[in-house]
């Protein structure tokens, strides 16, 4: 069972991508271990489809290797590489019955008749929709054509899964549905998947590593964990979540605390990771979820948090979290969620806001 | 009070049109069925024997033959032509592209006479005689652009995507065409190749400068004919013409429709 796993099924080294004088992906290595559901993360244009057609084969790299099980496959044509692809319109042949859509692959795979027909009904259940071989694709909806594509994806048995985007063209509720079964098919087949995706909360789900991505450069890679709680730039911190941010000095160290002094004056502790120095200019991270707010007269101050005093601005619902923007003395804004179970604030109330020093991050700053 | 609104004016001109269109063809037909040598109204019977002696007239039936090889030919090349150049130019860049494709577009543009002489000097300069292969060269010319046209425009119409689904399902380049781009194009081919018999068989003016003696075809000899005598085997055939070119879409659209039902 314990087969050893390969950590570097597919491998980038070096992988740029010009258009003309576009540059759409910028200088990427990156490595994606077998059997694992890596997402390709970041806002329109970043280079996550380009990215995706290179391994796939349908563009060719500018400069760079891609590798896959070792191998070096930037000279294999695309039919040749063994990958399965899940399109975002999902791209069922419209004249073919969704028998012969999945059984499409097969028939490069020297594969006898008998087997292709327990194959494709296999594949069928496993996305749950037995009993539609006679159909034609437009007579399924929007996400049974998805779960036709995944399957005529899997019947191959792929090396590498990709998967564009697969879900944005389907409604809220069964876009939910849909990551669930795409996770759950993923696990249960251990099939190498790269996801592409700009909703930090599919990838936030379902990822085993997330790969974030700005203007065709890799800017963070890790587990959803690591990228949501430790961004180690302004960008990541700033695309996954609520963050609130604010520039200041550190002005010294204490125990296991940096000292941060806010452009205010306020004094911040934040856990010290090392990664700054007395007298370096940093840029301090607070996710909005991480604040707790009380009313003024009833807080009493603990030495060991950071805290704040300021006026609830604004304030509005969102599913089972409050959101409030509190105004400080000096006129900027805080951003905090909180749940809804906790005391809901008005709009004028005074508050003190505060935060544990493990919940605050500092970054450089960037020029 | 009665009133003369503007739409039952324009209901009275479109009828006006239609008839001043298509009574000249109700007449050909009806006359084609009269018995008297010099046709005219009203009509003193009924009869076959304009048919009877059409299908007798050994020349109008090489003509007609003439014109069915030629229409044929000229169909089944240029759809050959016409659907790998409709993929390079949708598909593919390549330099030169756009250039490349105004040229095949032009003989649309250009009026038939200056085509017709043209090719006529070019194979002069070249110093062959004319022949059947340059009436059919000719008139490939002259209909690959409603090939292109038609074709073109439903290649724009199928996404990328399905090819590239193929292939990474491990279709080749050619077998994912003929697998899913060819059946998804089969209604354009239809529509192109039938485009391409029907101008073929129906032009009369670059027909006219290339034709040689032995391969008229069947409106050059119409033609030929009127300049003699007016004989009512004119009407005869003619009506079989508008027959012809008037079932042969229908029965294609029948079969397009049918064909794609059935996949
Ligand atoms: N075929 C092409 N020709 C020219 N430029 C291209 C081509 N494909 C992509 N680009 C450019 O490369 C950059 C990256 O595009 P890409 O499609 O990879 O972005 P993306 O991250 O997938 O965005 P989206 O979330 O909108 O799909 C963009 O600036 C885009 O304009
Ligand atoms: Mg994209």
């Not at chain 1, 930037?74 to 899940?86: A, E, F, V, Y």
């Amino acid at each position: 069972m314990t087969q050893e796993r390969n950590p570097r099924l597919v491998r980038f080294e070096g992988i740029v991508k010009r258009f003309g004088t576009v540059t759409a992906v910028e200088k990427m290595d990156l490595d994606i271990a077998e059997g694992t559901l890596v997402t390709l993360l970041g806002p329109s244009g970043c280079g996550k489809t380009t990215l995706l057609r290179m391994i796939a084969g349908l563009e060719d790299p500018t400069e760079g290797d891609i590798y896959i099980k070792g191998e070096r496959i930037n000279d294999i044509p695309i039919h040749k590489r063994n990958l399965g692809m899940i399109f975002q319109n999902y791209a069922l042949f419209p004249h073919k019955t969704i028998f012969d859509n999945v059984a499409f692959g097969l028939k490069y795979r020297n594969v006898n008749k008998a087997e292709v027909e327990k194959k494709v009904t296999q594949a069928l259940e496993m996305v749950r929709l037995p009993g539609v071989e006679k159909r034609m694709p437009a007579q399924l909806s929007g996400g049974q054509q998805q779960r036709i594509a995944l399957a005529r994806a899997i019947v191959i048995e792929p090396d590498v899964l990709l998967m564009d985007e697969p879900l944005s063209a389907l409604d809220e509720n069964l876009r939910e549905e849909m990551r669930r079964e795409v996770d759950n098919l993923q696990q249960m087949l251990g099939v190498t998947t790269i996801f592409v995706t700009h909703d930090q909360r599919e990838a936030l789900s379902m990822s085993d590593k997330i790969v974030v991505m700005k203007d065709g450069k890799k800017l963070q890679e890790g587990t959803p964990d690591e990228v949501y709680n430790q961004p180690n730039n302004h960008f990541v911190a700033d695309f996954l979540g609520h963050s609130n941010f604010a520039e200041g000095e550190v002005v010294g160290k204490e125990n296991r605390f940096v000292k941060v002094r806010l452009k205010d004056g306020t004094i911040f502790r934040v856990e010290d990771t090392g990664r700054f120095q007395e007298g370096e200019p940093v840029e301090l991270v607070v996710r909005a979820q991480k604040f707790d707010a009380f009313r003024q007269e009833e807080f009493t101050p603990d030495p060991e948090m950071n805290y704040f005093e300021g006026k609830i601005r604004d304030r509005s619902y969102m599913g089972g979290e409050v959101s409030y923007f509190v105004e400080l003395p000096d006129g900027t804004e805080v951003h905090i969620i909180s749940m809804m179970r906790t005391r809901i604030y008005e709009v004028g109330d005074s508050v003190s806001v505060q935060v544990a020093p493990r919940h605050c991050h500092l970054l450089p700053i960037e020029t | 009070m009665k009133r003369i609104s503007g739409w039952s004016l324009i209901r009275l001109y479109t009828i006006l049109v239609y008839v001043f269109m298509f009574a000249p063809i109700v007449a050909v037909i009806i006359l084609s069925f009269n018995p008297q040598q010099f046709g005219s109204f009203p009509m003193k019977g009924f009869s076959f024997e304009w048919y009877v002696k059409l299908a007798g007239n050994e020349t109008i039936l090489r003509a007609f033959k003439n014109s069915m090889v030629l229409g044929s030919l000229t169909a089944i090349l240029t759809t050959a032509i016409g659907i790998p150049a409709a993929m390079a130019f949708v598909r593919y860049d390549f330099p030169g592209k756009n250039s490349l494709n105004t040229l095949l577009l032009a003989p649309i543009m250009i009026p038939e006479v200056v085509l017709g002489v043209a090719l006529l000097l070019f194979i002069r300069w070249l110093q062959q005689p004319k022949s059947f292969l340059l009436l059919l060269i000719g008139h490939v010319v002259i209909t690959l652009p409603y090939v292109l046209l038609v074709v073109q425009a439903r290649l724009v119409g199928i996404k990328r995507e399905y090819e590239e689904a193929a292939m990474s399902l491990g279709a080749s380049p050619f077998q994912a065409f003929r697998e899913i781009t060819f059946p998804l194009l089969m209604p354009a081919i239809l529509a192109g190749m039938l485009f391409s018999f029907t101008i073929s068989f129906d032009d009369v003016t670059a027909t006219l400068f290339w034709a040689t003696a032995s391969n008229q075809t069947v409106p050059v000899k119409i033609f030929g004919m009127l300049r003699n005598s007016i004989s009512p085997e004119i009407n005869a055939l003619g009506t079989v013409m508008i027959i012809l070119t008037i079932s042969i879409p229908l029965l294609a659209g029948y079969l397009s429709r049918k064909f794609s039902k059935e996949t």
